[in-house]
């Protein structure tokens, strides 16, 4: 069964303080590997696909890159408005849907 | 470009009715669309997929009766919560995914309250 889990689940950080968000996940074989921001009350907005261990695509502050066993979103000096909820989700090879993770809650302190 | 819709954003009803939701992509043709059940501060849980022309596939646990999804066209689906109770009460969100694409995109959601 594929599975998705995120850490942090919360993170608070200060305006201009870099870190990172992990999502580690087991699929059968790999379709693509998806991140999303969703703000309260709002669907989730489209960030990313990765599709091989070594891809790496970037989106203004935001970094993401692909391992077998995880990815990693990395914010690089961010502000009060990149905070909202992160999700991560796979899909494997053959399937139509997406599995999410449980997602990271970033807070950016101005 | 790909952008998803739903109608409406909010609805409140009575217990024992029925409630429609429309999930429109507007700039694209969605062979597949998805519905999604959201409670506060959780993550988002698959209620069904549904293919344009073709019966929605219906995750375990998930009531089709209740829970009734068209997709008669390839920028329309619909779902359709019959007799409402205060336990359907959610947050629920669309996506939908075209022929060549791998991504999907989501609507903005509809925030269901039934009394």
């Known amino acids: 069964e594929d599975q998705v889990t995120q850490s942090p689940e919360a993170l608070r950080l200060q305006e201009g303080e870099s870190s990172s968000l992990n999502c580690s996940y087991t699929?059968?074989?790999?379709?693509?590997l998806f991140w999303y921001r969703q703000d309260p009350g709002k669907g989730p907005e489209f960030l990313f696909t990765?599709?091989?261990a070594g891809e790496e695509k970037e989106k203004e502050r935001l970094k993401a890159t692909l391992t077998k066993k995880e990815s990693f979103l990395h914010i690089t000096a961010p502000k009060p408005e990149d905070s909202a909820t992160y999700l991560c989700?796979?899909?494997?090879?053959?399937?139509?849907?997406?599995?999410f993770g449980q997602g990271t809650r970033l807070t950016i302190n101005p | 470009g790909a952008v998803v819709s739903q109608h409406p954003s909010r609805v409140i009803c009575k217990s024992g009715t029925s409630v429609k939701i429309e999930c429109r992509s507007l700039?694209?043709?969605?062979?597949?669309m998805f519905w999604y059940r959201q409670f506060p501060k959780q993550s988002l849980m698959l209620m069904a997929t549904?293919?344009?022309?073709?019966?929605?596939?219906?995750e375990q646990g998930v009531e089709k009766d209740k829970f009734l999804i068209n997709h008669a066209s390839l920028t329309l689906s619909t779902l359709t919560v019959t007799s409402a109770h205060p336990e359907d009460s959610s947050f629920y969100i669309c996506?939908?995914?075209?022929?060549?694409?791998?991504?999907?995109?989501f609507g903005p959601g509809t925030r269901l309250t039934v009394l």
């Open positions: 996506s939908a995914r075209s022929s060549g694409g791998e991504e999907q995109f």
């Open positions: 699929v059968s074989g790999l379709r693509g």
């Open positions: 990765l599709y091989s």
């Open positions: 989700a796979v899909q494997s090879v053959g399937a139509q849907k997406l599995v």
């Open positions: 700039d694209f043709q969605a062979t597949t």
């Open positions: 549904s293919n344009e022309g073709s019966k929605a596939t219906y």
